[in-house]
């Protein structure tokens, strides 16, 4: 058997100071263990931050970055219609079937479906940020659905169809010339009111 070191030799260790030290080494080791790892580190504790706060911080340090118009654009969509119906939220509890859901929520409100998809663009922007900044682990707006583009299929009028066309303005006294343009050109409304009066 050894022999018992007594308090005040050299080698004396306390020993609730040793339970002390393994302990504080077993904390240690055990963190960043846990669901939090993501990455290279550890995320960042979000806290209570909500997803109204974060949006309002995102937009604020994206306003150098964008145009004003862009700016005012996103803001816009994003008060009325995220931080209004889902802002309430932490941003850590945030997942896809909230996004999913808001989204089938605006379009059964009667919302085109273009609006809808620059809700989602732009709230999958600034999840990209919080992700980036590891104060959540995923994009979750990534995992819902957006709309798909319902814009008209556009069916282009037949050879038969522009001879009819052409002949009737000649009988109206309109200018054929402007119509040639737009069924060859593709002019819109816009464009022929900018070529003025002179044909």
Not at 24 to 41: D, N, T, V
Not at 118 to 124: G, K, P, R, T, Y
Not at 172 to 181: E, I, M
Request: hydrophobic content about 35%.
């Amino acid at each position: 058997m050894g022999r018992s070191v007594h308090r005040g030799h050299p080698g004396w260790k306390d020993p609730a100071q040793v339970r002390l030290r393994e302990e504080e080494a077993r904390r240690g080791r055990g963190a960043g263990r846990g669901p939090e790892r993501q990455g290279e580190g550890l995320l960042l504790d979000a806290g209570s931050t909500n997803v109204a706060e974060f949006l309002a911080d995102w937009m604020g340090s994206e306003k150098e970055s964008v145009q004003g118009f862009t700016q005012a654009r996103r803001e816009l969509v994003l008060r009325l219609h995220v931080i209004y119906d889902i802002g309430h939220l932490r941003l850590s509890k945030l997942n896809a079937l909230h996004v999913q859901m808001l989204c089938v929520a605006k379009l059964d409100e009667g919302m085109s479906p273009g609006t809808v998809r620059l809700i989602h663009v732009n709230l999958s922007k600034a999840l990209q940020k919080a992700v980036r900044g590891r104060l959540v682990c995923a994009n979750v707006a990534r995992s819902a659905t957006a709309p798909k583009n319902s814009a008209d299929e556009v069916n282009p009028s037949t050879s038969e169809e522009d001879k009819r066309q052409l002949d009737a303005a000649r009988g109206t006294g309109s200018r054929p010339c402007t119509f040639v343009l737009v069924m060859t050109c593709g002019l819109q409304r816009g464009d022929l009111l900018g070529l003025g009066t002179r044909t």
